[in-house]
């Protein structure tokens, strides 16, 4: 079994079924890490006990893994975080939330991933577009790029189901006012029609079929000579976005090369 060797050292949570979690290694310091990327995460589950040798009943577990989109800048070295849904039923998300801080939990020291702004021009406009918890990896990419010169602007486009969905809402929201080349565009789709949310309503795959509307809304627009759009999150979002963009000239990356349409694929 893989003993842990990292320590909960914070845990924020947003919604009954969303929480932003800071873990911090045994080592005294976090990998090293591009912004984008991610890391597998691991938890010792506990099994019914069994029958054990002279009738007594032997306890035993099994270590299940995840693996979670990085959120915080890679400057940032004295912890990891990560924003995590609670799936219902979840076989690693039901004892994460068990957890507080405190509890102990495995990180792989090895960070994987190609979904980073490597071969992006530093004179292109980025499109970040995420549902859910695919908002993560664009919340490193902005911390660690904040005082840079690493795009000409940069727009995240967030979809949740509800407002209160909408993780990081404040932070970016408070980078857009700081920074003008950084634009905020949050959509929800379950948000009740007599609540005081005065922002867009719909999937995103809609928003992008107004293409005159949305370019107002990010400050330029959805030109393939000079756009790169990341994607990350419901894989039928990617789908209808892939299809979409890809009808007006966009053409994926294909393992980490070329290309001005990137995926991060969660399931």
Known sequence: MTPPNATIVSREDLAPDLAIFRMASDEGAA?????????????????????????????????????FSIASSPATRDHLEFL??????????????????GGRIWIDPHVRGRFTLAGVPADAHVLLIATGTGIAPYMSML????????????AVVHGARLVRDLAYRQEIEDR?????????????????????WPGARGRIP????????????????????????????NPDML?????????????????????????ERYW
């Not at 090293?32 to 009738?55: K, M, N, S």
């Not at 219902?88 to 994460?96: A, I, K, Q, V, Y």
């Not at 911390?143 to 940069?154: I, L, T």
């Open 84 to 101: 995590v849904a609670h799936v219902d039923g979840g076989e690693f998300t039901t004892p994460l939330w068990a957890l507080g801080v």
């Open 31 to 67: 990998p090293v890490f591009e912004a984008g990327q991610y890391v597998t995460l691991g938890l010792a589950i506990a099994e019914p006990p069994v029958q054990g040798a002279g009738g007594a009943p032997a306890l035993t577990s099994r270590f299940v893994r995840r693996a």
């Open 176 to 196: 857009v006012q700081r920074d003008r080349a950084v634009a905020y565009v949050a959509t929800v789709t379950r948000e009740p029609a007599s609540s005081a």
């Open 239 to 263: 789908q209808e976005v892939q299809a979409l963009l890809e009808s007006r000239g966009f053409h994926p990356q294909a393992h980490g090369v070329g290309g001005n349409l990137h995926f």
């Open 206 to 233: 809609a928003l992008l079929r107004d293409t005159p509307a949305l370019a107002r809304q990010i400050g330029f627009p959805l030109d393939p000579s000079r756009v790169h759009v990341f994607a990350c999150g």
């Open 143 to 154: 911390r660690a790029y904040a005082s840079q010169a690493r795009w000409s602007r940069v």
